[in-house]
T-cell receptor
């Protein structure tokens, strides 16, 4: 069974902390994505990657960075967490075909206090 | 202008009726279009994908794409209470290895028994 695994389901951090959200996929997918989901705002794209060490800014990259050192792992980094980064974070991966669907992880609910 | 726009709803339909969900997108180079269903507290799951103009049917679901009007829709026939969920429209732009997937804010569907 295909899997996208996010390291934590719930996470509580303090403002100013450096936060790492990890995502691992076992499908040998080239593409990986980080979204955040907030009520009424849908899924907003933070960063995406289409190959190892390749990364592209999405629509809301401010305050975030990413790392993709290995094909199966895509990490989201909050350099200095702030309360407005409290959100549900969803990782997804996909293959390279034109009709490739996204496989989602189960999400990480991050609370920044 | 948002890249992908949807009416947030809620859209209420009686059981057995046809539910019609709509989505518009702004970027003409968009190539593939997806409808995801998301139940509360769960990750999105793919319902339909479409990349050619016209209709695509799968069981009770029909996706319709009109690239000239930059419009994609989802029809759900014989709506069931279990169809009550948020429906997310997604648009993919692909160029070489680069693959970006952007979501709308979602439409909440309520099917009334």
């Amino acid at each position: 069974d295909v899997k996208v695994t996010q390291s934590s389901r719930y996470l509580v951090k303090r403002t100013g902390e450096k936060v790492f959200l990890e995502c691992v996929q076992d499908m040998d997918h080239e593409n990986m994505f980080w979204y955040r989901q907030d009520p009424g705002l849908g899924l907003r794209l933070i960063y995406f990657s289409y190959d190892v060490k390749m990364k592209e800014k999405g629509d809301i990259p401010e305050g975030y960075s990413v790392s993709r050192e290995k094909k199966e792992r895509f990490s989201l980094i909050l350099e200095s967490a702030s309360t407005n980064q409290t959100s549900m974070y969803l990782c997804a991966s996909s293959g390279t075909g034109v009709n490739e669907k996204l496989f989602f992880g189960s999400g990480t609910q991050l609370s920044v206090l | 202008q948002k890249e992908v726009e949807q009416n947030s709803g809620p859209l209420s339909v009686p059981e057995g009726a046809i539910a019609s969900l709509n989505c518009t997108y702004s970027d003409r180079v968009s190539q593939s279009f997806f409808w995801y269903r998301q139940y509360s507290g769960k990750s999105p799951e793919l319902i339909m994908s479409i990349y050619s103009n016209g209709d695509k049917e799968d069981g009770r679901f029909t996706a319709q794409l009109n690239k000239a009007s930059q419009y994609v829709s989802l029809l759900i026939r014989d709506s069931q209470p279990s169809d009550s969920a948020t429906y997310l429209c997604a648009v993919m732009i692909k160029s070489g290895g680069y693959q970006k997937v952007t979501f709308g804010t979602g439409t909440k569907l309520q099917v009334i028994p």
